[in-house]
């Protein structure tokens, strides 16, 4: 099902009360899209998923409407997949091996995942701690995570930082070398490590870029935020939409683009004064009208 002008999009809604409340949650704003937590975002510790609860989660998908390819879970805060060996590292992969299997018992195909810091260690040395926790990850799920799809982040830039570059998202996929794995497009990471989406030129390039280096076929997801950091400022800040230093006209480019119109779209701009999520939904229906 498709609403919003044809588009596939909502919000990371909450879980409060229970995995399935997130299905009303939806619903109430009006997506056609969203993504969740599947537990605390910000502790280690995790309760296995309620069998009452993932029924119930199934059963209101099946009636929302809501397609389920069109859900997402997002790792939670703590875990560095990209650090080096040791109990974090191990925890890390632990939690990741943990969401996979989540997503799979909730019928979630995607799983998009923070890419971390390699803490001082080097690029290539933090790309090869990642690429075995995933592997990891993987090879401790394969029948309790099958059909979930492993999207990797792209991020802002900040120091020590993996994924910045499309090239960096390249070489991490051929070193994984599976259909399991995928990426997941946020436009304010994109935006404040230097790729240029204020004009619907400098989408044309920045796109281009991505599939040259990339590859449309990786991108299964876009995380759709507008940027309160200047381009290349290694920010990752998000703004509500078209509020930003990317603006109205270069997300409505962004959107407008035969790669993007078809994808999954999750907003995660904020909830303040300014605007809430149904007054962000309504700019972005007004962009694609």
């Known amino acids: 099902m498709q609403m919003n002008g044809g588009y596939k999009v909502g919000f990371h809604v909450s879980i409060a009360g229970g995995i399935s409340n997130s299905v009303d949650n939806a619903k109430g704003i009006g997506c056609s899209a969203f993504q969740i937590f599947s537990r605390n975002p910000r502790g280690w510790a995790a309760k296995p998923l309620a069998p ?38 191990t925890k890390s992969v632990d939690t990741l091996a943990g969401e996979i299997q989540r997503a799979g018992e909730l019928g979630i195909p995607y799983l998009v995942i923070h890419l971390g810091s390699h803490l001082g260690k080097g690029t290539e040395a933090g790309m090869g701690q990642l ?20 999207l990797l982040e792209n991020n802002a830039g900040q120091k020590n930082s993996i994924g910045a570059t499309f090239e960096e998202l390249r070489t991490i996929l051929d070193k994984l070398d599976g259909n399991d794995v995928g990426v997941c497009l946020d436009t304010c990471h994109a935006f404040a490590s230097g790729y240029d989406l204020r004009t619907s030129e400098q989408v044309v390039k920045t796109l281009g870029a991505f599939d040259k280096s990339v590859g449309f076929k990786e991108l299964k997801v876009v995380h759709l935020n507008d940027s309160k950091g200047a381009l290349g400022s290694n920010l990752d800040r ?16 962004f959107l407008g683009h035969k790669a993007i119109a078809q994808l999954p779209i999750i907003m995660e701009t904020p909830v303040d004064e300014k605007r809430d999520d149904a007054k962000n939904l309504k700019a972005f229906c007004e962009l694609v009208s």
């Open 52 to 89: 009452n609860d993932v029924a119930a989660f199934r059963n209101k998908m099946a009636a929302s409407g809501i397609d389920r390819t069109s859900t997402v879970v997002h790792m939670p805060y703590l875990p560095n997949l990209s650090g080096p060996s040791g109990e974090m590292y």
């Open 131 to 150: 690429v075995n926790a995933i592997t990891t990850a993987r090879d401790k799920t394969k029948k309790k995570g099958e059909g979930v799809t492993v």
């Open 238 to 253: 998000h703004e509500h939409i078209g509020l930003g230093n990317i603006g109205r006209a270069g997300i409505a480019a």
